[in-house]
């Protein structure tokens, strides 16, 4: 499995990369760390003639403290995960940083490439000639998901560990294009849609992440569930991050998932069962039961929907306990 040809281009600062997705638009493609666009590219799912690189545009890169956090989208997710400054402000955060991959694809991969993967299915990552003998899906180049074959909607998942972490935080993005710099919680960033599963333009580029000063200090967990412990996407993700009052009552919370719908979310209903709730059985109960009624893992991995649904509603026990009692 080769890589199709195409023209690297390497701008030096921003305004250039904006100027070349405009000129280039329809055939070009933005590459940050490639842990999850060059594979794409091998199995054909991708062929831009050309490709922009982000590497060299050092403005992107860098986690700067001021009111709350900003995190450049071409910092690493290693770097993220290895700040103290992260894991003393903002657990769950870090936590999924050290969740992603490897330590090996954690130093090349970035936190904007992990907020806006592609989407993925087991019918979907595949190289040409598989998908072939399938008729191809809806995704690409055919007319059929496989997943869900009444229908006329691609179910495959977004599959990135940073997100429903940075969700439960109530992170913002900002967003670069020729026109102006726009900013949007991230939470309105994913469509829901596994085909166009983000709101970004063929010419605007994901440059920051924000975290609000009100989410610093928030106890936080993480758990994910994957099929190889070193290297896989998650098939379930459970983020969950919590204000506590000093005689253990939740003031505000949230808990959000990934790996199990085609956008990652916060759970209906789970901010408002957390607050004023003291930690018991029947509160986790309940969490468990409001995750299990939002998300609708299908056939689209190795794992069977079922379990990945028994999973989640394990993993939000866990998280929750955890972020508790830290």
Known sequence: MTLPEFTLLRPRNLPEAIDSLDRHRGDIQVIAGGTDLVPSLKQRLFAPRYLLDLKP??????????????????TTVGAIADSPLVAEK???LAAAAAAIASPVLRTTGTLGGNLCLDTRCLWYNQSPFWRASCGFCLKKDGKVCHVAPGGEKCWAVFSGDTAPALLALGAEIEIASPRASRRLPLADFYTGDGMARIKLAGDEI??????PESSAGLRGAYFKYRLR?????????????????????CRRGALAVTALNPKPQLIPGAEAAL??????????????????????????????????RHIARVFVRRAVRQAWQA
Do not use: Q, W
């Open 57 to 74: 545009i050092r403005d992107l890169r860098g986690i700067r403290n001021g009111h709350g956090l900003t995190i450049g989208a071409m």
């Open 90 to 92: 903002f657990p769950v």
């Open 206 to 211: 994901l440059t920051r992440v924000h975290l």
């Open 229 to 249: 412990g070193s290297i896989d996407y998650p098939l379930a993700g459970v983020a969950v991050a919590l204000d506590l009052a000093p005689d253990g009552t």
């Open 275 to 308: 607050r004023g709730s003291r930690l018991s059985d029947d509160l986790l109960d309940r969490l468990a039961e409001l995750t299990n009624r939002a998300i609708k893992p299908l056939s689209t991995s190795a794992s069977t929907p079922d379990y990945r």
